[in-house]
Structures are given as structure tokens and as C-alpha cells.
T-cell receptor, first 113, second 115 residues
């Protein structure tokens, strides 16, 4: 069964460092997303991406964040200068277009020290 | 603004007992509503969705949910719990007009099933 894969599963970084989280969406999907979940809190929408551009982003997704689909298969989330409050589980998801029918990866846990 | 509230961060039932996980939504426009499940060490998986057709929606693994507009609720039920149902369950909402796939999640309910 096709699945969304994410790497790394866990990353520990120092505050101020750049982090890139990688995702391989399901191959025929056209819509891509990043969500995050801070420990003990809700899963929060960060950004959606379609047709090689951001279609929607939340207030959380400030200038420190960027997304890219560099090679037609990977979908990356970059955090330029990490803060302590960026520590969270980051979920990548993709969709073939059915509203709300998202396929999630297992998540990348980011710990900022 | 849209939101969902899940009553109870943790629910424990005995195997074979009824499962009832509560979700109430707030939306100024007709919503789409969803239940997602997350098994340990896995990503979220769509369980079922309501998209303004039948108010009683059936999903995978014997789960179903009923949309009640008068109560602004979308509770998830299963007649008989199985050990394999132990997981975290998330209710989510999306406005009908939003084709971008943005979901607003509740805080999640962890379901434990006792033998």
C-alpha cells in the first residue's frame, strides 16, 4: 500500500541551527501539507502546497519556515533558525484531491536544545 | 473561525463494550467533519468523513459517526471494542469551500481497551 515516508524520524538540534525535514509523498498525489504537534497540544496546520506553490499557510508559518519540492518526489520543510518552541512532531501529508482525505507520514520528532 | 472540541482526553473501555468518543464543532459555514486515528508509532489515518450527504457515516474497522447539526456534534461510536482499537483519535473540521485540505484538529482522545 502506498505510504508517505518521512526522514529523519527524530532530530536533535541546537537553538539557532537550520533544520530540514524531508518527506516523500504518495507518488500520484498533487497536494502536500505540513502539520505539527507540540507535545500535549493539538495537531496544527502549517502549510499546504499545490502546483509548486504555497496555497495556504497558518500564522505559525512565518519567515523562518519554507517548503520546497526540489525534485518532483521529495517535499521538504526548512526551519532556518530553530527556536526552543519549534520542538514538536512534524507530520507531512499528501492528498489526491479528496477534501480532507489526507495521508500522513509517521512524523519527524524535532527536539531543539 | 472553526474549531472542534473533543470531550475527554482519555477514555477507557472494556473489550466488547461500546466505544463513544465525543466531538463538538463550531463553524459559521457548513463543515466537512472527519475522524482520524493514530496507532502507536504511525501516522494519522482517515477513519471516516462527513461531507453533507448521509448524516450517519460508516468508516473502517466498524466505526461510525453521526452528524447532528442541532447539537453541533459528530460523535464516534463502535458497538463492541476490540483490543486493536487502542489508539489516539482525532476529530477534525474543514469548511466546505476549502479545497486546500486544511484541517482543524481537536486535541485528541486516547482510547484504552481493557481485556
Amino acid at each position: 500500500e502506498p505510504e508517505v515516508t518521512q526522514t529523519p524520524s527524530h532530530q536533535v538540534t541546537q537553538m539557532g541551527q537550520e533544520v530540514i525535514l524531508r518527506c516523500v509523498p504518495i507518488s500520484n498525489h498533487l497536494y502536500f501539507y505540513w502539520y505539527r504537534q507540540i507535545l500535549g497540544q493539538k495537531v496544527e496546520f502549517l502549510v499546504s502546497f499545490y502546483n509548486n506553490e504555497i496555497s495556504e499557510k497558518s500564522e505559525i508559518f512565518d519567515d523562518q519556515f519554507s517548503v520546497e519540492r526540489p525534485d518532483g518526489s521529495n517535499f521538504t520543510l526548512k526551519i532556518r533558525s530553530t527556536k526552543l518552541e519549534d520542538s514538536a512532531m512534524y507530520f507531512c501529508a499528501s492528498s489526491g484531491g479528496g477534501v480532507g482525505e489526507l495521508f500522513f507520514g509517521e512524523g519527524s520528532r524535532l527536539t531543539v536544545l | 473561525a472553526q474549531s472542534v472540541t473533543q470531550l475527554g482526553s482519555h477514555v477507557s473501555v472494556s473489550e466488547g463494550a461500546l466505544v463513544l468518543l465525543r466531538c463538538n464543532y463550531s463553524s459559521s459555514v457548513p463543515p466537512y467533519l472527519f475522524w482520524y486515528v493514530q496507532y502507536p508509532n504511525q501516522g494519522l489515518q482517515l477513519l471516516l468523513k462527513y461531507t453533507s450527504a448521509a448524516t450517519l457515516v460508516k468508516g473502517i474497522n466498524g466505526f461510525e459517526a453521526e452528524f447532528k447539526k442541532s447539537e453541533t456534534s459528530f460523535h464516534l461510536t463502535k458497538p463492541s471494542a476490540h483490543m486493536s482499537d487502542a489508539a489516539e483519535y482525532f476529530c477534525a473540521v474543514s469548511p466546505i469551500y476549502n479545497q486546500g485540505g486544511k484541517l482543524i484538529f481537536g486535541q485528541g482522545t486516547e482510547l484504552s481497551v481493557k481485556p
